[in-house]
């Protein structure tokens, strides 16, 4: 064996306790990493949990997503068989809206559908509750159908109308072609 492996052997000896002290040190820095990249995740995730829990959704229960209400379905027709219509004090059958007054509740939405039975085209008019819904003409076979959705935002009593010329008489008259949404605080 001569003085020159020895020497190398020594630095091997050496080099070798060097790369145990560098992977020691280099793996201790990779789990100090790993650990504070899984907190730094977990802190997200938390705030992200503790946000959507703060007080402006306090409608969203505990760990899902928020629920929407679902919309409330009202129905009208216009003029529906066998009658085509309602019985006035003028004596006569008269164009109208079945139901003529509707209740609502603040904050609800409505889904309203409107069956017009009648040779006519009306429209049901509420500027109040921003609604302008245009009913095409239908027939006593084959109703035109019509959608629109309503939420009330103020309690109150609104007069809606019809603003389509049709009858003249239901047109002056509450429950044929206007009428009254209540709305419920
Ligand atoms: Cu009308």
């Known amino acids: 064996m001569s003085s020159e492996s020895v020497v190398s052997g020594r630095q091997d000896g050496m080099s070798h306790r060097l790369r145990g002290l560098v992977n020691l040190v280099v793996g201790a820095v990779l789990v100090v990493a790993v650990v504070f990249a899984l907190t730094a995740g977990v802190g997200a995730i938390w705030s992200a949990v503790t946000s959507s829990s703060s007080p402006g959704a306090s409608a969203a229960p505990a760990g899902g997503a928020p629920v929407t209400p679902a919309a409330v379905a009202l129905k009208m027709t216009i003029d529906a068989p066998p009658v085509g219509g309602v019985k006035g004090s003028n004596g006569m059958v008269d164009e109208a809206y079945t139901p003529g007054t509707l209740t609502m509740s603040v904050?609800?939405?409505?889904?309203?559908?409107?069956?017009?039975?009648?040779?006519?085209?009306?429209?049901?008019?509420?500027?109040?509750?921003?609604v302008n819904?245009?009913?095409p003409v239908g027939s006593s076979s084959s109703p035109s159908v019509t959608h629109?959705?309503?939420t009330p935002k103020k309690a109150g009593t609104y007069q809606w109308f019809c603003a389509v010329p049709?009858?003249?008489?239901?047109?002056?008259?509450n429950g044929f072609m206007r009428g009254y949404v209540v709305v419920k605080a």
Not at 166 to 173: D, H
Request: glycine letters at 6%; hydrophobic letters at 35%.
């Open 133 to 135: 819904a245009v009913v």
């Open 148 to 150: 629109f959705t309503v």
């Open 107 to 130: 904050g609800t939405t409505y889904d309203v559908t409107i069956l017009n039975y009648s040779k006519d085209g009306h429209t049901w008019t509420l500027p109040e509750l921003n």
């Open 166 to 173: 049709c009858e003249k008489w239901s047109m002056a008259t």
